[in-house]
């Protein structure tokens, strides 16, 4: 496998030296947004959710209740950021490069009941129509991204039409700039932290939600933005992904595979698998598994190039038949690639349950992230997921954890 270049840089800013310009990587992610409403013949984004506002307007707000804040964003204009209460006073200053401030209309999920909510959502639409006016795309298509159906209902009840947004939205973030490909690269690094420190960790006793706590701890002294939880699942529960977190105490002789997915640096995501052997060599029947699961991925991203298909890519992870199941659906999400960025499982998809009827071109820019598992249904298992990056000579690994051979725990 070929890596990408490494980080010359670490999360600290400096004059003296380019790293991530995080203003470059505003303006082209929405040089990007305009173009693609364009070419899907639509005025303007009204988009809520952390993700699509943070592609939109490069803002951060409070996410602990759906569309509390949102944003207005034209083809051909300045955005409008619909802001929350406590954040609308005090961030106009911290982000000049958005003009225009509003307070944001939200309706709790409707804790405050129907008719409180139903008002909500008109005042709204009514707020959003103004603005629409007041820009000249009133009579024209609004791509919506995020909000509920009280919010669509309303605008529409209002005179707006309204169309899905999602599609435009893959559309345009299924490749990435430079800018968005260093911060997937920053957010694998720091997860390396995570990493070491599971492997430090792992011995019998160890009780998994304390390794995985320390490793998110790690991961976020390391230049993590955000850490979730951390996933580890452990014995005979290491093969189907089912319960993380249980507080299980981890037996010599273990194999543990952890998932440290959603480590963000500037909002984009990992996605990223390892297995460990707890206090020993793994026998043999479980490296021929891990093996094979290395073959496996390794022919999937080799297919993964320029003007190849996912289809091409797809034919290489196992059949759902092979663990007996009888449909591809019973494997969704466990042998498969997918888009990553501040959008996971976006553009594009392989694997056996569609790719192959439904291919979808690789281009390069594209960040994937490409993950399969082995072993034996109660005995247990084992995992690998790594991010890979499409150049114009191929797919390259974005992620640097050793990843060949079963790593021992702990660290001699």
Same mark, same amino acid.
């Given at each position: ?8 840089? $670490? ?74 209460? $406590? ?16 307070? &944001? ?8 009941? !129907? ?6 959502? !008109? ?33 529409? #009840? ?13 559309? /345009? ?7 968005? /490909? ?6 694998? =690094? ?67 595979? $952890? ?35 290395? #073959? ?7 297919? /993964? ?9 797809? &034919? ?40 192959? =009827? ?10 994937? &992230? ?14 690998? !997921? =790594?991010?890979?990056? /499409? ?22």
């Amino acid at each position: 496998m070929k890596y990408s270049e490494q980080l010359r840089y $670490g999360a600290n800013i400096a004059d003296w030296r380019q790293g991530i310009d995080v203003e470059r990587l505003r303006r082209e992610r929405q040089e990007k947004a305009r173009k693609g409403l364009r070419d899907h013949g639509v005025a303007a984004f009204l988009a809520t959710r952390s993700d699509n506002t943070r592609y939109l307007v490069g803002l951060r707000g409070p996410e602990f209740q759906p569309a509390l804040w949102y944003t207005l964003f034209p083809a051909e204009s300045e955005p409008i950021v619909f802001h929350h209460a $406590g954040w609308l006073p005090i961030y106009p200053q911290e982000a000049p490069w958005v003009k225009e401030w509003r307070l &944001a209309r939200a309706w709790l999920s409707r804790g405050p009941g !129907e008719e409180a909510s139903r008002l909500e959502a !008109e005042r709204f639409a009514r707020e959003v129509k103004q603005e629409l006016v007041a820009k000249g795309i009133e009579n024209e298509k609004l791509a919506l991204l995020g909000f509920d159906g009280l919010a669509q209902q309303a605008l529409r #009840d209002v005179g707006v039409t309204v169309v899905d947004g999602w599609p435009i939205m893959l559309d /345009i973030t299924k490749t990435k700039t430079v800018d968005e /490909i260093s911060c997937l690269k920053m957010a694998f =690094d720091a997860t390396d932290a995570g990493w070491y420190r599971t492997q430090e960790l792992l011995k019998p006793g160890s009780i998994d939600v304390d390794v995985s706590a320390e490793a998110m701890l790690a991961a976020h002294k390391a230049g993590a933005e955000e850490t979730p939880a951390g996933h580890l699942r452990s014995g005979i529960i290491s093969f189907d992904r089912a319960f993380a977190g249980t507080g299980r105490i981890i037996n010599y002789g273990d194999l543990v595979y $952890g998932s440290y997915c959603q480590v963000k640096y500037m909002g984009y995501n990992t996605c990223y698998y390892r297995t460990f052997s707890v206090g020993k060599e793994p026998d043999a029947k479980v490296k021929s598994w891990y093996s094979e699961l290395v #073959d496996r991925l390794n022919n999937v991203i080799e297919a /993964i190039k320029p003007g190849g298909s996912t289809a091409e890519a797809a &034919a290489h992870f196992a059949p759902a038949s092979k663990w007996g199941y009888k449909e591809e659906a019973e494997l969704l999400t466990l042998e498969i690639g997918h888009g990553i960025g501040l959008y996971n499982y976006g553009y594009p998809i392989v694997n056996r349950q569609w790719s192959l =009827d439904h291919p979808q071109e690789f281009e390069v820019g594209m960040t994937l &992230a490409v993950e399969g598992r082995e072993g034996v249904p109660g005995e247990g298992g084992v995992r690998l !997921e =790594d991010a890979v990056v /499409i150049t114009e000579n191929g797919a390259e690994l974005l992620d640097r954890w050793p990843r060949d051979e079963i790593l021992v725990s702990p660290r001699g």
